[in-house]
RNA sequence: GAGAGUAUAGCUCAGCUGGUUAGAGCGAUAGUUUGUGGCACUAUAGGUCGUGGGUUCGAGCCCCAUUACUCUCCCCA
């Protein structure tokens, strides 16, 4: 038989990475929790048609799409076939699939505001994590099967909503001990370049080689909206626009004397000088475009100080995301938390703290059968406390059952043996630092694990 | 969609210009006189060298094909 193996891009997670990233979920959950957000789930499936078109041209693609379960009728047979000619030429019919694996949780929610926008009270603001299915080119930090963590509200232009969706996110890096910078921008800003500019066709264009300066250096951005057709006058205004710096104040002067004259680009300032007055910790990066196409308003990204690694956590605010399900003028806005880039993080930090990690608290000796009955009894009054316990399966030497508590990285052993057992005594050790302590077995129940 | 690399024991990898019975470390299991572990020592198990062809007296090594995985670009989290 063929060794059994998994399908390209996705993971098992062991014991102690799931309790790692239950961590992380646990720590955002509790945030947002906190700021009155109420949870929802959608189906790993949704219908083809509402995933279809939503991801550009690429993203169409990259939809997991999922094969008819055969036909309920045998005259189609003919007409089936004749689809499925179709589908190998890339294109997408209902007859062979009609619907496909969730892509991202912000269609979905879209959707469900969508059907349910009736019924809800504005502004709605839900969270949601759940994983996403994607059929990309598997490379580093890069699944086919990951989480995505979001957060949203709909429902509501205020500004405060940015201001509180900016707080989560240093409430939450603060709880898991990660040094971020929050980043941000506003597509007017940019929308406000692009006409100064004189060419608000090229927004698209613009904002997606904006978004790589970074990577690639002001040279190569220079290069690539030479390619889209820009002028060099034009280009040495966002040239200009790309070298704005010096802190906050500095930076909003010198983009006031680039856009003042526009009035995107003056709203667009006020919006962020409106977040800068709650004092937030926040950083603004007018190089900051975000690849997204249905931002229209402030734009966030995360990163983590310290550490080489891309953003762990972006937003922005858009429009009119349910007009695509025929729902218009339910503008919006969310954050979303990159979960498997904040793992790497905090396990190259080493920032999990140890509790995370341990399963079982105590391992109760086998060392016979009336002492393993006692044993059981005892474990029984202490799992009922909650406290995680464990009776060796077997009875054996020490050797091995300590063994065993080591592997598993029990933190205490319990012994109860034949003097233990007639004398209505337990010894307890700690194996980390060898201590041990003898006790009445009813102490048990009061000591502190 | 474009390109590169890797494939040998459960895991990480050695394996010389092709030459007898393919190795190490870690892990696993057992033991080192059966009420105190982690260390150490000893022993044992485990591989038709990804798959299919070819070259050769002879292939883990060379050639072709194929599959899987990893990585880079595109795009994205």
Redesign the pocket.
């Known amino acids: 038989m063929a060794k059994p193996?998994l399908?390209?891009?996705t993971r098992d997670f062991n014991a102690a990475t799931v309790r790692k990233r239950q961590y992380i979920f646990n720590t955002i959950r509790s945030v947002f929790e906190v700021y009155g957000y109420q949870p929802l789930e959608t189906p790993a499936m949704e219908n083809l048609e509402t995933l279809m078109g939503k991801y550009g041209e690429?993203g169409d693609k990259l939809i997991f799409k999922i094969l008819n379960n055969g036909l309920d009728n045998a005259a189609k047979n003919e007409k089936a076939t004749e689809e499925f000619t179709k589908i190998l030429l890339g294109k997408n019919t209902s007859f062979i699939t009609e619907r496909a694996l969730r892509y991202?949780l912000t269609i979905p929610f879209a959707r469900y505001i969508a059907i349910n926008h009736n019924q809800l009270t504005f502004p709605f603001k839900r969270y949601q994590i759940q994983p996403v299915w994607?059929a990309?080119?598997?490379?580093?930090?890069?699944?086919?099967e990951?989480y995505?963590c979001d957060a949203d509200v709909v429902g509501s232009k205020s500004l405060v909503n940015e201001v509180e969706l900016a707080t989560i996110y240093s409430t939450a890096f603060e709880k898991l001990g990660i040094d971020v910078e929050i980043r941000i921008n506003n597509r007017k800003i940019l929308a406000a370049l692009a006409e100064v500019v004189g060419d608000e066709a090229k927004l698209t264009d613009i904002t997606?080689a904006i978004d790589?300066l970074d990577k690639?250096g002001i040279g190569k951005v220079r290069e690539e909206l030479l390619q889209k057709g820009l002028t060099e006058n034009q280009i040495d205004i966002i040239e200009k626009y790309l070298t704005i710096n010096g802190s906050n104040e500095e930076k909003i002067k010198q983009l006031t004397t680039l856009l003042a004259q526009n009035e995107k680009g003056k709203t667009g300032i006020e919006e962020i000088e409106f977040l800068l007055n709650y004092q937030l910790n926040i950083v603004i990066d007018f190089t900051l475009a975000r690849?997204?196409n249905y931002y229209t308003g402030i734009i966030f990204e995360v990163k983590a100080k310290n550490v080489q690694m891309?953003?762990i956590g972006?937003g922005g605010r858009y429009d009119d995301l349910t007009g695509l399900f025929g729902v218009p003028n339910i503008p919006g806005v969310g954050i979303?938390f990159?979960v498997?880039?904040i793992y790497d993080v905090m396990e190259e930090l080493q920032l999990f703290p140890t509790e995370v990690q341990i399963g079982t608290k105590v391992l109760f000796f086998n060392?016979g059968e009336a002492e393993s009955k006692k044993a059981f009894e005892l474990m029984q009054q202490l799992r009922n406390k909650n406290i995680a316990c464990e009776l060796f399966h077997e009875q054996t030497?020490?050797?091995?059952q300590?063994?065993y508590?080591?592997?598993k990285q029990i933190p205490y052993a319990i012994?109860i043996?034949?003097?233990?057992l007639e004398e209505n005594i337990a010894?307890i050790?700690n194996?980390?630092t060898?201590e041990?302590q003898t006790l009445q077995q009813k102490e048990l129940l009061l000591f502190a694990f």
């Open positions: 193996s399908p390209q891009g690429e991202d994607r990309d080119r598997p490379q580093k930090g890069r699944y086919r990951f995505q997606v790589k690639i690849g997204l891309g953003s972006g979303s990159g498997d880039r060392l030497k020490f050797d091995k300590f063994k508590a080591d592997k012994i043996g034949s003097k233990e010894v050790k194996l980390q060898g041990q």
